[in-house]
């Protein structure tokens, strides 16, 4: 399972744009890296999955670069309620055990 | 997708004792996920229930103190025993989707605070 690596929390003013990066230098070919969201006394939500380049949806933006070493999540024009935990995981994408890293735990400011 | 309930959503239990969190999926899984998240921490693996066999628990998570059920494809439980205030945390379930999209679904947790 590959590690992964992110900032511990990140702060940033409601309307900006926020990216947080991921490190996950050790990759396997057939994983993935998904993103979570975690507000207090929740589970962990998904927010977005992709394999390489880019990937958009209607919460996110998921860039990967060519070597897939790293990712970003990329959440435009942030809002108090994504004041949350963000998970980045590499996993092969389904039917297997998931390890969950440190998390970037995001401060929205009014 | 999948919708999950877990059983008590909360708890305040004594030193010494046991308590079992239930978990029940609306759909048949194969693996169910059992986690614990400590306060502030982040999400701790505890072991994977499979339907007709026995758990498989991660390092420094052992079956006496963690016993799993896993009677059929959309019901789990967990039992925490001999209870101390380090076991204090919140626990989730978690499975994959039915349609293999690549997505964990949590349930809501049930968090536990020891006395």
């Known amino acids: 399972l590959a590690k992964t690596t992110q900032p511990i929390s990140m702060d940033s003013y409601e309307g900006q744009e926020v990216n947080i990066t991921c490190s996950h230098n050790n990759i396997a070919t057939n994983d993935y890296i998904t993103w979570y969201q975690q507000f207090p006394s929740q589970g962990p939500r998904f927010i977005i999955q992709?394999?390489?380049t880019k990937v958009t949806n209607e919460v996110a933006s998921l860039f990967i670069p060519a070597d897939r070493k790293s990712s970003t999540l990329s959440l435009p024009r942030v809002s108090l309620s994504d004041t949350a935990v963000y998970y980045c995981l590499a996993d092969s994408g389904g039917y297997q055990k998931v390890t969950f890293g440190t998390g970037t735990k995001l401060q929205v400011i009014p | 997708s999948a919708v999950i309930s877990q059983k008590p959503s909360r708890d305040i239990c004594q030193r010494g004792t046991s308590l079992t969190i239930q978990c029940q999926v609306d759909?048949?899984?194969?693996?169910m996920f059992w986690y614990r998240q400590q306060p502030g921490q982040s999400l701790t693996l505890i072991a994977t229930a499979n339907q007709g066999s026995e758990a498989t628990y991660e390092s420094g998570f052992v079956i006496d103190k963690f016993p799993i059920s896993r009677p059929n494809l959309t019901f789990s439980t967990l039992t925490v025993s001999n209870m101390s205030p380090e076991d204090s945390s919140i626990y989730l379930c978690?499975?994959?989707?039915?349609?293999?999209?690549?997505?964990?679904?949590f349930g809501e947790g049930s968090r536990l605070t020891v006395l």
């Open positions: 759909s048949q899984v194969t693996m």
């Open positions: 978690s499975v994959w989707g039915v349609v293999n999209t690549g997505e964990l679904f």
């Open positions: 992709g394999y390489k």
